[in-house]
Structures are given as C-alpha cells and as structure tokens.
C-alpha cells in the first residue's frame, strides 16, 4: 500500500471559520468524553436555570436561541429525569424553572467535571491567551 500523502488544504487554514469548525470538534470530543451524561446544550441549560432560580421558558429559550416548541420538549425531557421542576408564576401564565434536590446534586457533579474538562483544552495556552481567545470569540460573537 503506498504511503498517504497529505491533503493540501488550500485557504481553509486562513479561515476563521475552519479554525473555529477543527476547535469546536476537538473540544466537544473532550466534552463528550467528560461529560457525556448530557449534550452540552442540555448542560447549558441546567447551568442557566441554577445561575437564574425561576427563569421563565421563554427568557431561557431566548437565552439559549431555542424556539418556545422545541424548549418545552427539552424541559419535558428534563424533568422526565427529574432534574428540573417547574413552579407557577406569580401571574399563574408563566412558569419558574428550578433545580431539583437531584438536579442540583447533578450540576455539582457536572461542573466538577467541566472544570477538569476546561483545564484540560485550555492547557495549550497560558492564563492570558485563554482570558484574550474568550474576549475574542464574545466580539465574533457580537456579545
């Protein structure tokens, strides 16, 4: 069998979002090797409801650029897993998002493992690339 030669990659490695494509999948590989429990979309979002205890459906789903449709089945899923309560609103049209006592026990668990897993993608750089990469991507990001 000859031997492979190199695939010549032409502009790719010039372009942001090859670079931004080759990261993403290096890292959600570590994620899902880490924290496979859950997609990290689902992770997200429990991390959202502890940081905002009573979030609505709707804010979260904004937050996370979900359509209110496909939100509801995600929080269905979840509490199906009972990590996730809801509990009427003050007005009794909208419901507050909660962690469950397993939720929450759940989420300590993640985050130990997400700082293990940040630790680990981010060892190639030093306190301050890591610190300018997040401010860089926020400004890609227009946030």
Not at 3 to 29: E, M, T
Not at 42 to 57: F, S
Not at 82 to 105: K, P
């Amino acid at each position: 069998m000859p031997p492979k030669q190199s695939l010549r990659l032409g502009p790719l490695p010039a372009l942001l979002g090859y670079r931004l494509r080759l990261a993403q999948q290096a890292v959600f590989r570590d994620f899902g090797a880490t924290v496979s429990d859950l997609p990290p979309g689902r992770v997200g979002i429990l991390l959202l409801i502890e940081a905002n205890p009573e979030v609505t459906q709707s804010r979260l789903a904004q937050a996370v650029g979900l359509d209110r449709s496909t939100i509801v089945g995600v929080l269905h899923a979840l509490e199906a897993q009972r990590l996730v309560e809801r509990r009427r609103g003050a007005d009794r049209r909208t419901n507050g998002l909660l962690l469950t006592a397993s939720g929450r026990a759940f989420v300590a668990g993640l985050k130990r493992r997400i700082r293990a897993h940040e630790r680990r993608v981010a060892a190639r750089l030093t306190a301050q690339e890591r610190a300018q990469l997040l401010t860089l991507l926020a400004k890609l990001a227009g946030k």
